[in-house]
Structures are given as C-alpha cells and as structure tokens.
C-alpha cells in the first residue's frame, strides 16, 4: 500500500481496516488503515482515535504513496510548491511509524516531526480534506495536529516529539465523506533536532527510510 508505483483504482477495504505490516516488510512501517469507520485502530498495538464522522469512507485510491501525490505524473506538489519528497496520501487512509524502530536503526538525535502538510492541485470544488499527525504511546493519543485543507493549501507543521511517543500517524480524512481529489500531501516529512526551540538546525538524519 506504501509505493511510488501507480496502482490506478480505487482500493476497498476487506477485512480489518488496519493491516499491520510485518518488519520482514519494512520495520519501520508498523501499519496502515483504511479509515472506514471511527473510532478508528491507528497502530498494531491498538490506539484508537475518534475521527470524526465526515472523514470516514469505505475505500482510498492508489497506494499511500512515496515521494508523490496522487497527481501521479509529478514530483510533489503541495501549496503550488514543488518538493523532492514527500508522503501523499488519498483520503479516507493512514499510515503509521514505529518511532522505536526508528530510533534503533538510526539513534534518538531528533525531537520533532516536520512537513510542508497540505493538498495538490487536484480539485473537485470546495471538497475538503483533513490531514492529521497523530502521536501515540502503545494504547493511548499523546500529541494530535489536524487542519483542513482545500487544493492548493498548505502550511509548515512542526510537532514535538518526546521519548513517550512510540508511534507517529500520518492520515487524511475525507471531511466530508466525499473523497473525489482528496489527496492529502506532507511535502518534505522529516524527524528533525530543534535546539533552544529554534527551527535552524535540520539534522539531516531523518526519516527517509521510513518512506522506503
Ligand atoms: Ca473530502
């Protein structure tokens, strides 16, 4: 479900709506959902979120997306900006990390998530989405960011991130239960060191393996 490939249809759910992936897979993926109903299961240890109602949806379209929206064709696109990564994610869906596998392979040198959060130019109106960056201890919300969004908006998030947090989120909501071009986009996704709450010291060992 986590691929740069084009899968071009739309994807319903069958089964559970989480599917928890195997670390043989990617160990530092620890799952991803369909966001059929709420409260909704958003890690493999079972932290539930309530949702509201308007962002659930029977399917998503394509997969969850490495270094693309789901305007397929470009890099992307998030604001009208152009960026070299990022995650795109059609609406109604999610996808979650697993910080400890992180912080395993890679050190604990970071303390806050950073992205460019927003949508592409993909319009179907005054259709919204709502994106969110959820942070969770194994069986309870720590930390949430949600905004909605129209085509073509974007804003910088930055969210703190502390030695409580095992798992990151990242998911869009249909808004409104209607899904049409609701491609929710977060440009530039990084784990980052903020020192002396200044954003200046982007520490370059980030999350990209988290979008292999
Ligand atoms: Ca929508």
Redesign the pocket.
Known sequence: MFRKKFHGSWLLNTGEAFQAIDDAVSPFIDGVFILVGTPATISSTGVLFEFPAGDTHPSTHNYILKDRTHDICREPICGGEAFETGIGIH?SAGITFDLDAIRADEGNNWNHFSARVGRDSCSCGE???NNYVILSATDHVLAVYRRDFLPNEAEGVLLPINEDAKFLTLATG???N???C?HGVFANAKLITVKDNQADDEDEDDDDKEED
């Open positions: 609406a259709n919204r989405v249909a808004f409104e209607d899904i049409c609701d």
